[in-house]
């Protein structure tokens, strides 16, 4: 960031301000400068930070699984192999506990959902003005950018646009599976019948349909709202620093604590994101009679 002092306020909305491209007012396409700027752009606007950070991590995800099948072997594996093979059983183990029918793909989906998001949340452990000020110092020495108009959020998952974009596609599935198996008559039935029978059919299609609907809904909200919450506690703590010598030594106090706690918070987004996929497609497989 500049140089010279900002406030509080300041330094907090930077922080949670989206790299955006899209339409300016005037009709040109280039970098929001500011969040009312980025905020009229509309719906096509683009958040660069986390589409970069997420293919990054998503390349270096199936990178890191592609090389360690090439290497294994039957003999003594190796500690990278171990490691691979161990949250291979883990989730293997999860879908056999919570995925009662028969599909191929459950089990790969949900080895990719859980390393994934786990590497996005992992990214809140990372130094908060670590990437932002490379970012800052690359917009100005090389692009020529003012300092205060550069933004780079690192965790893509408390990007709301993230997060509901991979429960969108979770709830495609849902639908696509609910129809393949049930067909579209048993889908739609299971939406109108259940659980009060035919005379009930306005009250069942309103809660099946509230049911239905909260499904992405929660899945979105919840992992955005627990990792922006986590990362506006490291933004508040790292206030603290240029408060004074005595806050700024409790600050790295705090800071080591909330980190270590918040190994756990990523760890069960990522897990609790994984275990609703596997239920809501079991679901999706079951037919009722």
């Known amino acids: 960031m500049a140089s010279e002092a900002i406030t509080s306020s300041e330094y907090i909305k930077h922080h949670l301000q989206n790299l955006t491209y899209g339409q300016k007012a005037d009709g040109t396409w280039g970098v929001a400068h500011s969040a009312e700027e980025a905020a009229d752009m509309g719906f096509w606007a683009i958040n660069l ?41 883990f989730i293997d183990s999860s879908v056999r506990g919570s995925f009662s029918g028969r599909n191929p793909l459950v089990a790969p989906l949900a080895l990719t959902i859980f390393v994934w998001i786990f590497m996005m949340n992992f990214m809140d452990l990372i130094m908060i ?57 048993g889908f739609i039935g299971e939406l109108t019948l259940q659980p009060f029978g035919k005379w009930g059919i306005p009250v069942n299609l309103f809660l099946e349909g509230v049911t239905l609907i909260s499904k992405p809904i929660s899945l979105a909200l919840r992992l955005f709202g627990n990792m922006y919450a986590g990362e506006m506690i490291f933004i508040l703590i790292a206030i603290m620093y240029g408060a004074s010598l005595i806050l700024g030594s409790f600050a790295g106090l705090l800071q080591i604590g909330w980190a270590i706690f918040h190994i756990l918070i990523i760890t069960l987004q990522a897990f609790i994101f994984m275990t609703l996929t596997i239920v809501y497609l079991d679901m999706a497989h079951q037919k009722h009679h």
């Open 129 to 185: 003005d670590g990437i932002p000020q490379l970012a800052t110092l690359f917009g100005t020495n090389v692009l020529g950018a003012d300092p205060h108009h550069v933004f780079f959020k690192i965790v893509p998952t408390t990007d709301p646009n993230a997060t509901f974009g991979m429960a969108f596609v979770v709830f495609a599935m849902v639908l696509y599976y609910s129809v393949k198996v049930k067909g579209l008559g």
């Open 49 to 89: 930070d986390t589409i970069g950070v997420s293919v990054f991590l998503g390349v270096l995800m199936m990178w890191f699984f592609r090389s360690v099948a090439k290497k294994a072997s039957a003999g003594v594996p190796t500690g990278t192999q171990n490691f691979a093979e161990w949250i291979m059983e």
